[in-house]
């Protein structure tokens, strides 16, 4: 599983032909990669879920709204960004990966932790502030003060992101799975019995869920760092921490930035929801049932997820190694997983639409809505598959400029207008927050697909084969590239090596989450409402802000990766998580004003009061995940996928307990699972740390920490910063749900049953961005080996468990939206095209999305229903636009310019699109 996914260079000349057999190939490379990919997003996102969980079973609806709302908020404003952030290691580490350069990966990777460090501190002063933020914005004082009480606890979990995200990347590009497979799934075991300890045991009530998220994070991190340290897989891109670190800030932060903005960009739509849910008539119910709504399709992401690192590894690698033609076929065997997997994870949200409200709460209102807005679900999560893999793709091919680009027109222009007007215009409540954003979500996949189809991987190949004074050529001009089954079938393989356990990391990582919004949501609709508020918020304003800079790195490592620039990989990772926690400074002070700033918006100041709590105490969370980022791209670019895998799962296996301890047993209440995010997050920081320390698989990438890893600064945020507009503009359209949900007629209940829905698609787009993660992998690697042709077939509550009853045929919707997209996004991140992501999602989220969601439930009436059918309506035009841009792409075009910034010594951020 730890070994090197890319071609040999003579083999890659006698396969230009894409044949069934090599799809086949392709198909078990990306497999590979993508379902531990898959269990480890899965085993991380569950941190949040679990806590979710556990919150929403206190018996008090304003536990589960808060948690819900902090979550979304520390999401939002901490996670999201380092996670963005450090996807830009996809990028730098994948394609070092792919040339070789295996001592630029360790590098890049103690680059991007400590950027994300330094991102953590403003961040750290935001979260502080966030029960006045959300105050100051017009959510319930009640939600705020408990949301602001709750993203404080989860403060440990943001730094522990800012080293998990780089931390996963440097395991991803080098195919190291099984290390973070381990973790993530280990730390979820421990998260569940934790949470539910801090939740019911300690008084800590909502409270304990957040502490147990940081600490879960914590191990999650400590895990993976351990073996990065010791582990002999690491040895190659294992590298002593030297001043060279400082070289590749700039360098890191030109990829994080726009990575960040790019996956910010649509995340922080989706938390915008959470947002808008709160200004609904019933704030409660609304923000509940959107938080379930978001943390169902984004546990759900996990998949996409998976496969998207997968094609992003695989693209960077073959980039970086000069050979188009490999990423070109993951390309294909992405997409052909990004299908199956819409298909099949749509079909079975619909089939038990009636009953998965009852995971997240027992009153009957929010389970009903929940299960009305379950078709909307379905609509995200298929969506979602093919724009996750998309952004993979970009990210593997370095395009996070253009991302951001997608992003910003398909969920700011689409998304977030469509969801505000249907849900408050037409008043349909959290329904039209939904429907708006899905619209975004849609016009997002049509643009990320319409570039991708436009790429030339020929005519990037031709330029690479003219510089023979770099490499020798490795392009045969006179070869007729067919694709050919055998070609394709040995892609499919490919990505899902990669997109298998990346779907289980982001799953696990992301289910941190979920499960301490379920816990949260059983103390009361109060804290349901007040965590989902709050994650949004957390997610709008951090989380997919780090997520989105990180997935800069699937574009600089990934082609590094494939260019055998191994150092250059963990040069980039560490120039990551040091920008990345710079950027958790600022986002510091916005977290700690998050109960003024719902307020002033119009939140509910009950949900405020309480989101402002749960966001307070997730500010761990939000360091953790500028470096937890940078880090999940470094091992995502390599391939080294069970390092991750482990890491997730074993910090997720934490959470779940640490999360119910904090909610239930310490009498922390809601910010009890904001405490269980931040620590479990930090754990899988120090997991993939100490794996990327110590593991002989990270040797070649492994860089010493020096000043060299400020010279990567600003290569960094030049894809960095488009990565993280595309992701959060797509992320931030769905929070605005949330927000929505708090201002219609019933905003404990709208938000409760908005909040189950968001976590069921949630965690299941964890298996498009495993798909995704694979794409951008197999299409970064091979364009930065100059394979164009490959590159191209490359809660206790009655009342929110019958609202979520009604909603789930809506986040059935959401499945199939959600798993599309995220595999068109993870190509996306292959190719770099995170600035094109940034356009697509901006369209298709803010420009048609989000306007119909608000439409709906506002004007129309529909209230959290509204919300959901709008934000499914974003994200099918997000999807549309993604094939549409995938379809486009010029494989070789691709692959020469990876192989020109990767020996030229720097990154470009342009990108040909022909």
Request: aromatic fraction near 10%.
């Amino acid at each position: 599983m730890e070994e090197s996914l890319l071609e040999s260079r003579k083999q890659s000349e006698k396969k230009q032909r894409v044949t069934w057999g090599g799809f086949g190939q392709e198909m078990k490379r990306i497999i590979h990669i993508a379902l531990p990919m898959m269990l480890v997003t899965a085993s991380q996102y569950l941190l949040q879920v679990v806590t979710i969980m556990m919150v929403g079973h206190l018996n008090d609806d304003l536990y589960l709204s808060a948690a819900a709302l902090a979550i979304s908020l520390a999401t939002v404003t901490g996670f999201s960004l380092l996670m963005g952030m450090a996807s830009g290691l996809e990028t730098i580490c994948g394609q070092a990966y792919g040339a070789q350069q295996y001592k630029k990966i360790g590098v890049q990777t103690y680059t991007a932790i400590f950027s994300l460090i330094c991102v953590c501190v403003p961040l750290t002063l935001l979260w502080i502030s966030m029960e006045k933020i959300l105050v100051f914005i017009g959510q319930n004082p009640l939600i705020a003060h408990e949301a602001g009480k709750f993203i404080i606890w989860l403060l440990p979990a943001l730094f522990a992101n800012a080293v998990l995200g780089p931390v996963v990347r440097y395991f991803q590009m080098q195919s190291l799975l099984l290390p973070m497979l381990i973790s993530s799934c280990v730390t979820l075991c421990i998260h569940i019995p934790l949470c539910w300890a801090l939740v019911f045991k300690t008084g800590l009530n909502n409270v304990g869920g957040a502490l147990a998220m940081s600490i879960s994070i914590w191990l999650n991190v400590i895990f993976l760092v351990l073996y990065m340290r010791y582990s002999p897989a690491c040895a190659k891109t294992r590298t002593p921490i030297s001043m060279e670190l400082f070289q590749g800030i700039w360098e890191f932060f030109r990829f994080a930035v726009p990575s960040a903005v790019m996956m910010c960009l649509e995340w922080w739509s989706f938390e915008l929801l959470i947002l808008l849910s709160g200004l609904l008539p019933n704030p409660q119910l609304e923000t509940s049932v959107l938080s379930i709504c978001l943390n169902t399709i984004s546990t759900l992401y996990a998949i996409p997820f998976g496969i998207a690192a997968a094609a992003s590894t695989r693209i960077s690698n073959e980039l970086g190694g000069g050979n188009p033609h490999a990423a070109r076929v993951a390309v294909l065997a992405a997409m052909s997983f990004a299908v199956m997997d819409t298909a099949i994870v749509s079909g079975t949200v619909f089939a038990c639409r009636h009953v998965f409200g009852y995971v997240f709460s027992n009153e009957k209102q929010v389970v009903d809505y929940v299960t009305v807005m379950a078709p909307l679900v379905c609509i995200s999560v298929i969506l979602d598959s093919i724009q996750g893999v998309l952004a993979g793709i970009a990210r593997g091919c370095g395009w996070q400029h253009i991302g951001v680009y997608v992003n910003l027109g398909a969920f700011y222009l689409c998304g977030i207008p469509a969801s505000a007007s249907l849900a408050f215009l037409a008043k349909l409540g959290g329904k039209g927050l939904w429907i708006g954003i899905q619209v975004g979500a849609f016009v997002q996949c049509v643009l990320f697909s319409t570039i991708t189809i436009c790429i030339n991987w020929e005519q990037q190949s031709n330029t690479v084969s003219g510089q023979k004074s770099m490499e020798e050529n490795l392009l045969e001009k006179h070869v007729k590239e067919r694709v050919t089954w055998r070609v394709y079938n040995e892609e499919m393989r490919r990505i899902c090596h990669i997109a298998g356990p990346m779907v289980a990391v982001v799953a696990s990582q992301y289910l941190l989450q979920v499960v301490s919004t379920m816990i949260v949501g059983h103390v009361g609709e109060l804290y349901l409402s007040s965590a989902a508020l709050a994650i949004s918020l957390a997610g709008v304003t951090g989380f997919s802000l780090l997520m989105g800079m990180a997935s800069g790195l699937e574009t600089t490592c990934g082609q590094a990766y494939g260019a055998e620039q191994y150092e250059k990989i963990g040069m980039q990772t560490y120039t990551a998580i040091f920008s990345l926690t710079l950027v958790c400074l600022p986002l510091s002070l916005l977290w700690i004003n998050m109960e003024k700033l719902l307020i002033f918006i119009g939140q509910d100041p009950l949900i405020s009061h309480e989101a402002g709590k749960f966001t307070i105490w997730l500010l761990p969370a939000l360091f953790a995940y500028a470096i937890l980022q940078p880090l999940v791209r470094y091992f995502q670019i390599q391939s080294l996928l069970l390092p991750m895998l482990a890491s997730s799962c074993i910090t997720f296996c934490i959470h779940v307990p640490l999360c119910w301890a904090l909610v239930f047993k310490t009498r922390l209440n809601n910010v009890g699972g904001a405490l269980a995010v931040s620590i479990s997050i930090w754990l899988n920081v120090i997991f993939l740390g100490l794996y990327m320390r110590y593991s002989s698989a990270c040797a070649k990438t492994r860089a010493p920490i020096s000043m060299e890893l400020f010279k990567g600064i600003w290569e960094f945020f030049r894809f960095a910063i488009p990565s993280a507009v595309m992701i959060c503009l797509e992320w931030w359209s769905y929070e605005l749900l949330v927000l929505l949900s708090g201002l219609l007629p019933n905003p404990q209940l709208e938000t409760s049953v908005l909040s189950v829905c968001l976590n069921t698609i949630a965690t299941l787009y964890t298996i498009p961005f495993g798909i995704g993660a694979a794409a951008s992998t197999r299409i970064s690697n091979e364009l930065g080996a100059g394979n164009s042709h490959a590159a191209r077939v490359a809660v206790n509550e009655k009342e929110v468990v019958d609202y979520v009853t009604v909603m789930a045929p809506l986040v059935c919707i959401s499945v199939i939206l959600d798993s599309m997209q995220g595999v068109l996004t993870g190509i996306a991140r292959g190719c770099g095209w995170q600035h094109l992501g940034v356009y697509v999602n901006l369209g298709a989220f803010y420009l048609f999305g989000i306007p119909i969601a608000a439409l709906l439930a506002f004007l129309v009436g529909l209230g959290g229903k509204g919300l959901w059918i709008g934000i499914q309506g974003g994200a099918f035009v997000q999807t549309v636009l993604l094939s549409v841009i995938t379809g486009c792409i010029n494989w070789k075009m691709q692959a020469i310019k990876a192989r020109k910034r990767l020996f030229d010594g720097q990154f470009s951020a342009d990108n040909i699109v022909v």
